[in-house]
């Protein structure tokens, strides 16, 4: 069996990305799962979807759970799947604050990983606990790169305008306490 999660693949724009769902033609094996989390926004409903051969499909039914989604949760993804409008705005805006990211960096001295997804990874240079901590007690929350083995990093999720005014407004003043820009 091969899964291939592609939690991000709405946000991706990279050419070299690979289309992997004409790959199930020629591998039986092969799971592509996809979900509704991300680019949707429908995290709280825990909803996705897998793609696979018929076979494949049969052979792990008996292993799923019974009513692993809600109604409500089936709902809301027909509905969003529906609505693909909408999705091209939320990307477009995700890609545009992605970019306003780089620009903060790029101004601030600061190293980032360039991203296909929701989210930069950004390297302090100092603990990246320690940056967590700073911003958890101002009311932004990261996520460290030291369990990822990035130990001077934080990951950072793109919100929307005003929310990232208030992550950058809370970093420049770290980088000022802290002497860092």
Known sequence: LVVLDEAYYEYVTAPEYPQTVPLLHEYSQ???MRTLSKAY???ALRIGYGIASEALIRAVEPAREPFNTSTVAQAAAAAALDDQAFLRACVERNRAELERYYRFCDEH????????TNFVFIDFGIDG???FQYLLERGVIVRSGRALGLPTGVRVTIGTKEQNDRVFETIASMLREKQLA
């Open 41 to 43: 926004g429908l995290a």
């Open 109 to 116: 001295g600061l190293k980032y990983y360039p991203s296909q």
């Open 30 to 32: 092969l799971v592509v």
């Open 129 to 131: 606990n320690e940056v």
